[in-house]
């Protein structure tokens, strides 16, 4: 299979190539260690056939480069797809399997309003209507003990139920499976013979936590991309393996780290943060080269905008993620799933963000999206709404001529009668007001996400810098940044494809849980030791798997816990080893994280543990810190000069930078406007920028 690694890499020079499939473009990264120089590439996202955009930018990248594809010792892939299909609602028809009485969990949910006074409130509805979840006899209490046997027979009926619906994959999710599996498992064994060919997933598999609804709901998800990413990935495998490719494929995890594609293969939901993940890392990756451990990671592409906090190094964990929103980007208003995600928010802020206005004649800018069919006006590709990109174009941040390095010209012939007949005449404004209002407004919106997200956390962004990358980021990151009060941002290298050098970036990764709800002064610590000590024995194997050496195998252990009777619980990290355990230990480590988090401690309340966590990485891959490029256009470092609109300022003269030509130790007073092939870079009157000795442009705002 192809798949199959050929050779173990190890610390010989290799090729490697990154490919991030966004919700406008597709990215790539090529790493050549052998001449130690990465190489970067963009092209639309073909969103029918996604496939297609990756197999041709590949073979453009490996043109540019010089390399043939037989050379390439591995590929690492990120994709939307999961989450797409998710929200489009066009995964495989399926039927799941439930405990007596419990037929409507995915249903009834968790009894709660994201938005208390909408009379009309719109829930998120279930993957699987009625007729396709029927439920079995058979009872596992919360201790694991067996209370009713399962009834098979209950099972005959249930898949031959699904046999005359046409069901293509089935979710099994049974009443405590996460303390005893024994049913499910049963029950995926019958299934395998009654409906052949049927994926099936297990909830104990899958998701091995407390708390049923998301449970279930990991397991549907998983169940309803499942045939889908099969499909994907074989395909996308055979036409790897026709262009002569013999080296390892990986697959992006949400939680950061990489797996190979037969586990993407038995449990797609780990993918549905895939690309946003790869982000969060690759800043991560360019914090430590730049000094800055206290990191705000902005990733603006064409869709949307994606914030996370990197803190002393290390980007932030969930156990919990909303996917297919009602209303997009309302908290609560999706279907919660347990899977081990990268910490960070997405707001409906983009290139693509369609401005509009709306009922109250306001100008508004979001949150749908042209993405890349038909993309903004400006791509005259058939689009007819006025969107950031275009605003950004008509404010002069934009070349018309440069933009993917020329490879892709922007049309300007039909923006200003766009954004006259649809924004300025109703609301009586010149266009470039309107323009100006239009990134003012997505910069606002950004800023308030952000200062929420920030807040809840407990912190306060002006002790962050700020790393903007994406093919939008660098252009708002000026304006977001003062907003947010930071006192400087940072533009990396290869901004524009950040995401897919992430995914180079990234270890394998593996993260399992041991779950049930305990009073933290009736935990036995002996069978906890020896529990870590199997989870540990597990990652281990899992992470070979994945392709991973045995040396410099990192483990951190925490504990989701709360106050008894509270409805949510915290993560509270343990001791790195997790060998000698004890309830003063665990609890003076969750009265510090509840404090820093809240503010307060109480101390007399009694502590619950509602689940104990592994997380296992393999040792960080070295990539260089130099980018080259065959496109660079000399030594010339000033390309020219444009005219660019700043709130304040009106418009003003802006030197034009080749990106490629500066050096270290170059310094730039704003205003200015730094130009490379995926991505421009701002910098205000207010700013001034300069080169550091890893090409990172740096943006001081205390001048």
């Known amino acids: 299979m192809v798949e199959n690694q050929r050779k173990t890499v190890g610390d010989v020079p290799a090729i490697r190539v990154g490919i991030d499939v966004g919700g406008t473009f597709t990215d790539f990264i090529l790493i050549d260690e052998k001449q130690e120089r990465i190489l970067t590439g963009k092209c639309l996202t073909t969103p029918e056939q996604p496939g297609l955009a990756v197999v041709e930018g590949l073979k453009q990248l490996l043109n540019e480069s010089g390399r043939s594809i037989d050379e390439v010792d591995g590929i690492v892939h990120g994709t939307t797809l999961v989450t797409n299909t998710v929200i489009e609602r066009k995964g495989a028809k399926i039927g799941v399997i439930l405990t007596e009485g419990f037929r409507d969990v995915p249903a009834l949910g968790r009894e709660m309003r994201y938005d208390l006074y909408d009379l009309f409130l719109e829930l998120p509805q279930p993957l699987a209507e009625r007729p396709y979840r029927q439920t079995v006899r058979g009872r596992v209490l919360a201790t694991g003990e067996v209370m009713q046997e399962l009834d098979e027979e209950d099972v005959h009926r249930a898949a031959g139920v699904f046999r005359e619906l046409g069901v293509e994959s089935v979710a099994v999710c049974l009443m405590h499976s996460y303390r005893n599996p024994e049913h499910e498992k049963r029950v995926g064994v019958l299934l395998a013979e009654l ?255 952000t200062r929420a997200y920030v807040a809840e956390k407990g912190r306060d962004p002006r002790n962050y810098i700020m790393m903007a990358f994406g093919g939008a980021g660098p252009v708002h990151a000026y304006g977001l940044a003062r907003l947010l009060k930071l006192s400087k941002f940072i533009v990396p290298q290869g901004a524009g494809v950040a995401s897919a050098l992430g995914l180079l970036a990234a270890p394998p990764e593996v993260d399992l849980v041991s779950s049930g709800l305990v009073r933290l002064d009736r935990v036995d610590w002996g069978g906890l030791s020896a529990t870590f000590n199997s989870m540990r024995e597990e990652a281990r194997r899992m992470l070979r798997e994945a392709g991973a050496q045995a040396a410099g195998l990192r483990f951190s252990f925490s504990a989701d816990m709360r106050y008894a009777g509270q409805g949510f619980e915290i993560p509270v990290l343990l001791d790195a080893e997790a060998t000698s355990l004890n309830g003063d230990e665990v609890r003076s480590r969750f009265l510090a994280s509840y404090e820093s988090l809240f503010g307060r401690r109480i101390e007399d309340v009694d502590i619950e543990v509602m689940a104990w966590r592994l997380h296992a990485a393999a040792a960080r891959r ?82």
């Open 195 to 449: 409906l052949p060919g049927v994926p099936v997933t297990l909830s104990s598999d899958v998701a091995p936590e407390i708390r049923e609804y998301e449970r279930a709901n990991t397991a549907c998800v998983n169940a309803y991309v499942q045939p889908m990413m099969e499909g994907y990935l074989k395909e996308l495998l055979d036409d790897l393996r026709v262009l002569g490719f013999q080296g390892s494929l990986h697959v992006m995890l949400s939680g950061g780290g990489i797996a190979s594609p037969d586990f993407a293969r038995r449990q797609p939901v780990h993918l549905i943060e895939s690309g946003p993940a790869a982000g969060a890392i690759a800043m991560q990756h360019f914090g430590r080269l730049a000094g800055e451990n206290n990191v705000i990671s902005f990733d603006m592409g064409g869709t949307t905008a994606k914030m996370c906090l990197i803190e002393d190094g290390e980007v932030e964990h969930a156990t919990v993620f909303e996917a297919a929103r009602v209303r997009r980007f309302r908290k609560g208003s999706g279907l919660p799933l347990k899977v081990p995600v990268i910490d960070l928010i997405e707001i409906g802020a983009g290139g693509g963000s369609i401005a509009h206005i709306d009922s109250m004649e306001l100008l508004k800018v979001g949150p749908y999206s042209a993405g890349s069919v038909p993309g903004p006006v400006c791509y005259g590709r058939g689009g007819k709404q006025p969107t950031a990109t275009d605003s950004d174009l008509l404010l002069g941040y934009l070349s018309p001529q440069y933009f993917l390095g020329g490879e892709m010209a922007l049309d300007n012939s039909e923006i200003h009668k766009v954004f006259e007949s649809a924004l300025a005449r109703p609301l009586d404004m010149s266009v470039m007001e309107v323009a100006a209002g239009v990134h003012e407004i997505i910069n606002e919106t950004m800023a308030a996400a």
């Open 622 to 703: 070295e990539i260089p810190s130099q980018f080259s490029r065959t496109l660079s256009a000399g030594t010339n470092k000033l390309k020219g000069e444009r005219r660019a609109y700043f709130s304040g300022h009106g418009e003003v003269a802006c030197g034009v930078y080749d990106r490629y030509a500066l050096r270290a130790g170059d310094e730039i007073a704003g205003p200015a406007i730094i130009e490379e092939r995926e991505s421009t870079a701002i910098v205000g009157p207010e700013g001034r920028l300069h080169v550091d000795e890893y090409l990172n442009l740096v943006v001081d705002l205390s001048v």
